[in-house]
Every structure is written in C-alpha cells, then in structure tokens.
C-alpha cells in the first residue's frame, strides 16, 4: 500500500528532477516554443515543495490536490494547467483514504491523464506531454518503472511528429524533429513516481 508520505516523496523526487533538468527543458522549447518551459516548472514546483512542507496534507488526494492547486496558480504557461489538472484529478479519484494500492495509483492516473486530454484537446501522435502520459501510464500495470521507461520512449517518440497542440503547433512542418518539451518533462515526472516507489 501506498501512503500519504509516498505522494510527498513523488512530489519532491520530481521537484529536484525539474531543478536538475531546467536549463534542458527550456532549451527543448526554444525552438518549437517560447523557451519557458524549465523555467515554468521550476517556479511551479519550488512552490509545490514550498507549499507542502508549509501545510503538509494528511492524505494522498490532498497531497495532489495541493501541488495541482498550486501548479495551476503558479505556472503561467499552458503546462500549468494541464499538469494542475493531472494531478487534482489523480488526487480526487484517490478519495479521502491513508493509503492506497497500486491499482488505485494507476486508475487514478489513468482519469488524470483522460481530464489532460480533455482539457487539452489533444490525442495520441499530437507531439505533447500526451505522448509520454499516455504509453507511461498504460505501461504502469507492469511496474513504476516501465512506465518511467516507457514514457521516456513515448517523449523520444515525439521527435518526428508534427504538433498539432500549443505553441510548437503554429510552426507546421518546421516543428518535426525536435522533441517536445512537455513530454521530455512529463517522462521525468513519471520517472519521479518510480524513484518514489523505490
Ligand atoms: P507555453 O507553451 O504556454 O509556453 P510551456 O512551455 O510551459 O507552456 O509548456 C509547453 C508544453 O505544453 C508543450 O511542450 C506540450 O507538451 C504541452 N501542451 C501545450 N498545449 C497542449 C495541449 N493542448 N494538450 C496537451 N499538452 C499541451
Ligand atoms: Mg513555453
Ligand atoms: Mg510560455
């Protein structure tokens, strides 16, 4: 069973990984995008850790809840949003328990993923963080880790599609062969839950 510090530990393993991968991150959106994206997050997730270790939450739904909350309200980019909701509506599916099973993780992903998608617009093959949400959390059945590994694969994957989402989307043609900033960081999130799980 998975704990309430299980979810702080997620949330600070993917804190440092966003403090460690900034400057990547930024430079992945420069050239299909306004070079933000490391710095958007890194302001979102100072705040998460900020505002966790300032209330610390006592169940795993307010873990997300609060580090959703508080992504949406700190992050001015469209990532902010689409990652507030992923985590609000993984929080919610989660209820008002202490402590919940990995089959209760990964469903509760899986609706956090879908409300992204819906909020987003986007599919499968649209080069955005769905790229790498999508395959990770299908794979999450297996382990924490294949699902790390396969999102990894699913934001590599991202380098050949045209973007029809975001920003990068108003480049056409010249946005193939770069790879999405928002899946490189989406694998790193779901690379934070496997280092979470140990
Ligand atoms: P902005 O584009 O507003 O500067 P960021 O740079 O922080 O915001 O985030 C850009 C990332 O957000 C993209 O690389 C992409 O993965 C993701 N993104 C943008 N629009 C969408 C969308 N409609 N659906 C899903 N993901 C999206
Ligand atoms: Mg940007
Ligand atoms: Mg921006």
Same mark, same amino acid.
């Given at each position: &069973? @998975? ?19 900034? +400057?990547?991150?930024?430079? =992945? ?10 710095? +958007? ?17 006592a169940t795993p739904a307010a873990v997300l809840g609060l580090a959703g909350r508080t992504l949406i309200?700190?992050?001015? #980019? ?5 990652? %507030? ?5 993984? #929080?919610?599916?989660? *209820?008002?328990?202490? /402590? ?5 993780? @990964?469903?509760? =992903?899986?609706? #956090? ?6 909020? %987003? %617009?986007?599919?499968? *093959? ?6 790498? =949400? ?14 790390? /590994? ?10 050949? &599609?045209?973007?029809?989402? %975001? @920003?990068?989307?108003?480049?056409? /043609?010249?946005?193939? *062969?770069?790879?999405?900033? #928002? ?7 779901l690379a934070a839950l496997a280092e979470a799980a140990g």
């Amino acid at each position: &069973m @998975r704990d309430t510090d299980f979810f702080r530990r997620w949330m600070a393993a993917a804190a440092a990984a966003v403090e460690r991968e900034a +400057n990547r991150l930024t430079e =992945l959106d420069s050239p299909i995008g306004d070079a933000d994206h490391g710095s +958007n997050l890194l302001r979102g997730f100072t705040a998460v850790r900020a505002a966790l270790e300032a209330e610390p939450p006592a169940t795993p739904a307010a873990v997300l809840g609060l580090a959703g909350r508080t992504l949406i309200s700190t992050v001015g #980019g469209a990532s902010g949003p689409l990652y %507030g909701t992923l985590l609000r509506r993984t #929080g919610k599916e989660l *209820g008002d328990a202490a /402590e919940v099973s990995d089959e209760d993780v @990964r469903k509760a =992903l899986d609706a #956090g993923v879908t409300a992204v998608a819906a909020l %987003g %617009g986007a599919a499968a *093959g649209d080069k955005t963080m769905l790229d790498a =949400l999508l395959p990770g959390v299908a794979a999450l059945g297996t382990s924490y880790r294949a699902a790390a /590994e396969a999102a990894e694969a699913g934001a590599a994957a991202t380098v050949p &599609m045209l973007a029809r989402k %975001g @920003r990068a989307s108003y480049l056409g /043609e010249r946005s193939i *062969g770069h790879q999405d900033p #928002g899946a490189t960081s989406s694998a790193l999130l779901l690379a934070a839950l496997a280092e979470a799980a140990g």
